[in-house]
Structures are given as structure tokens and as C-alpha cells.
């Protein structure tokens, strides 16, 4: 049973807004076009993932993917969990392609694409992490966790995986994607012994669901190129942007496309790139509107609270605003 689905990722959100909104500097565009590929790719190989999870018999298991859990002043983070009554097993998703050497001694990864090298994480000590934190949380909790497995999946199918050292933990704990059911069946052969109650592993469920934080990114830190967006209203029809507000409608320079609400998506960019706050200056800049009270009339329009007074009056998304969807 699948008791939690995996949240589409808002880092591929707002690299998707920034990019429709790019102007000029193509070299950047296409740093940020290259980032956006490589989320892309890491959610499809969650998303395969899924689909192999639902498409095994998993009446015995409870499945919550995409989890990020506080603990120690940090989080740790499991692509998807599988809960049964005698064990649980913590599944990391790859999505790297080519030749994939992995060193369980020295504790890395090479991939070998296109005659390049690069050096990446061992991802087996990486689940291993991510599974130890898992035991700790539960035991702070109050809870005696059963065995808690783990196991690295790799769904590009341009990747080989290679065990140089013949390590048995690279072959116990890698595999391709569509292998994962038949290595979740061999821990199910394993474990026998009934370490939780339905009742247990039902309030595990309750705990990880309420103590999960969804990742929201830190704008900040994501060095976007503030400096390259391009403000005003974008058409709904032909993806222009810079539509005028003529007699209460937008209307489009390039196609003639007329719309009475092109702002709501606009603002909503808005917050995507700069955060969930603005001003009535901030809006009438951003979307190129030339009376301040033309733009207050239209902020108190929307689904959105205003805080503070006059010049410091700052409106943000209200409880029922779907900015993320
Ligand atoms: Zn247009």
C-alpha cells in the first residue's frame, strides 16, 4: 500500500520559470537548461522507480516515497521507504549512464562517459547513511526499529555497473531498476521474524508522514540570474512576454491575444523566482503597470494576504494559493 507519493520537485519549477523568462546571456541559459536536464532526469529515474514499486506485489508493504526528515540540526532524505513487519528497506535512486566503476574500500564512484571520468559518492555508503539515520530518528522516537535494509537503484539504461573488486556488497545492494522487486523478495526471504505489530508499523507510518518537510529551495543559493529575467506579463497563447493592460484586459504585441487574468500566472512566476512576498511597487515593475492603484486594486483581487501598512504593505500567497502546482 502506498501511503505517501513522491512530490514533483520544486527546483525543476523554477528552473523551468526561469528559463521561459531568460533574456540575452546565452551562455547562462544554457548552464541553467543543463541543470534542468539533470533534475529532469533524476525525477524520471524516481518516477521508474514508482513504477516498479506499484507494479510488484506490495500488499505487505507500506511505501512512502520522497521522505526528508529533521533530525540532528540536519535532514536526511530517502528517495522510498518500504515498511513491513519484519523489515524495512530505505531505496536510493541513481540515474547516472555510462560505466559505472564503484570502490567500496576507498568509497567512490567512477563514471565513465563519453571517454570523460568523474568521481562521485560510493551510493552504497551514501544508503548506508541515510538508513543509519533512519534507525536513530526511530529510536529517539521511541521505537524499536526492525532491520533496516538498504539498496541503490539505477535506472539509466545507457548505464553498466561494474564491481572491480567483486565486493558482495556491490552486488547485494546495486541494481537496475527493473530488479529492484526481485531483490526486495531475497530481504523478504530473510527476515521471517515479526519485529513490528500492524499497529506498530502503522504509528512509524503516522510519525514519518507528520515529521516530513517538504524541500523548499533556498533561492539564495541557487545563483540564479536575476540580472537575466525578463519582467512583464507573459501571453497565455504565444509565450510573449510583455503584454499591455488596455481597459481592464492584456493584450499581446506579438499575436493580439487578449486575457483578463495573464497577471495571476505572472505573479505567480513572480514568486517562484523572488520568493512568496511583494509589494504593489514590486508588482507594478514586474508587470509593467503604470498606476499603483490600478496594481493594489489587482493584488486585493487575488488569493493572497497583505501584511503591514501603506508603503511597507506586503502581499503574499494566502493559505489557498496553489504556487507549486
Ligand atoms: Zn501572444
Partial sequence: MIEK??????????????????????QRKTEFENRLSRKLAGYKGEKELDYHLSQFDHSKFKILHDLRIPHNNTHFQIDSLLISNTFMLSIDSKNYAGILDIN????????????????????????????????????????SPPPIEFLVSVSN????????DNNMEVSRRVCKTPAVSFK??????????????????????????KSHEPYVPDISTMNLPMEHIKKGVQCPECAHIGMRRIHGSWVCNQCGYLSKNAHIATLKDYFIIFGPAITSRQFCDF???????????????????????????????????ELWN
Avoid: C
Fill in 184 to 209: 526486495i523478495q531475497s530481504f523478504n526471504d530473510k527476515y521471517q521474524k515479526e519485529f513490528l505489530s500492524t499497529k506498530e508499523s502503522k504509528k512509524i507510518v503516522k510519525l514519518l508522514l
Fill in 287 to 321: 508587470l509593467n503597470i503604470s498606476s499603483i492603484h490600478q496594481a493594489k486594486r489587482m493584488l486585493s483581487t487575488m488569493d493572497l494576504e497583505s501584511h503591514g501598512s501603506k508603503k511597507g504593505k506586503v502581499y503574499i500567497p494566502s493559505k489557498d494559493y
Fill in 5 to 26: 507519493y513522491r512530490e514533483f520537485p520544486k527546483e525543476i519549477t523554477i528552473l523551468k520559470t526561469i528559463l521561459r523568462r531568460f533574456s540575452l546571456d546565452l
Fill in 104 to 143: 567500496t574500500e576507498f568509497n567512490y564512484l567512477i563514471q565513465t562517459l563519453n571517454g570523460n571520468e568523474k568521481v562521485y559518492q560510493d551510493p552504497i555508503l551514501q544508503t548506508r547513511i541515510q538508513a543509519s539515520q533512519l534507525k536513530s530518528f526511530l529510536i529517539k522516537n521511541q521505537f
Fill in 157 to 164: 539504461s545507457q548505464a553498466m555497473i561494474r564491481n572491480p
